[in-house]
């Protein structure tokens, strides 16, 4: 049996444990970069001139759901109250010699009739900009 020296063994050894932090480390760089997506571009300069108010009407968006629930920005209508509704978007329009766009979306298995009577009302009030709204293609 060989004798060793006395030396106690109380000292870790750290090396290995600082070799597999830095690896840690690099994964990271490496994953938080990788997952950073985008196209660069070359903005233009803006002056530093105090940019123009522009009053572009409200587009108004009608949705009609599979029940013939009308619904005008958000908020459930009858007709009689979409077209008041409307009318007076039309008038705020007008006022600043502008045109009103509507944008009618229509559930698939929406009854056509629910859609016609938001046509009925859009043409009574003399809209001319009106949108249907459909899925692209596949």
Do not use: C
């Not at 978007?89 to 559930?107: H, I, M, N």
């Amino acid at each position: 049996m060989q004798v060793g020296d006395d030396k106690s063994f109380d000292d870790i050894n750290v090396t290995p444990m600082v070799d597999l932090y830095l690896v840690l480390l690099l994964i990271f760089i490496i994953m938080t970069t990788a997952g950073v997506q985008g196209v660069k571009v070359n903005l233009p300069k803006a002056s530093n001139a105090a940019a123009k108010k522009m009053d572009q009407p409200k587009m108004q968006a009608i949705t009609v759901d599979r029940e013939g629930k009308v619904v005008l920005n958000t908020v459930p209508v009858t007709l009689a109250e979409l077209e008041t509704k409307l009318g007076a978007a039309l008038a705020a329009a007008k006022a600043k010699s502008q045109e009103l766009p509507v944008v009618l979306r229509g559930d698939r298995v929406t009854q056509y009739q629910g859609i016609m009577d938001v046509l009925d009302v859009v043409g009574r009030l003399g809209i001319t900009q009106l949108g249907l709204v459909t899925a692209p293609p596949k």
